[in-house]
């Protein structure tokens, strides 16, 4: 599993540009199942997408998608993770 930050890179004009795309990227994805979150930063700097892949290598393919990273809008930040608790609703992310 993984955490995406996105910290933007450009001004919020810019960004709003590029936000329709950018949503729709989302729910590719979360039709697919490979994104369980997503939300943006407050104040408004960025967002966080919490993402179940089998691999960085597919994390990075997946990224080259977002027209922010495409666009040159934000950078990111991706930190793996293996959780090892969880609350009973999220109990299935749990690595086996």
Do not use: C
Request: aromatic fraction near 10%; proline fraction near 5%; hydrophobic fraction near 50%.
């Amino acid at each position: 599993m993984f955490i995406v930050e996105l910290t933007y890179i450009q001004p919020l004009a810019v960004v709003d540009q590029f936000v329709a795309g950018h949503r729709e990227f989302l729910e590719r994805h979360y039709a697919s199942g490979q994104f369980l979150l997503s939300g943006r930063k407050e104040p408004r700097t960025g967002g966080f997408i919490l993402v179940n892949v089998a691999s960085r290598d597919a994390l990075e393919a997946i990224l080259q998608q977002d027209p922010f990273q495409r666009e040159a809008v934000a950078q990111y930040t991706v930190t793996e993770f293996l959780p090892s608790m969880a609350a009973p609703a999220l109990v299935g992310l749990l690595a086996s």
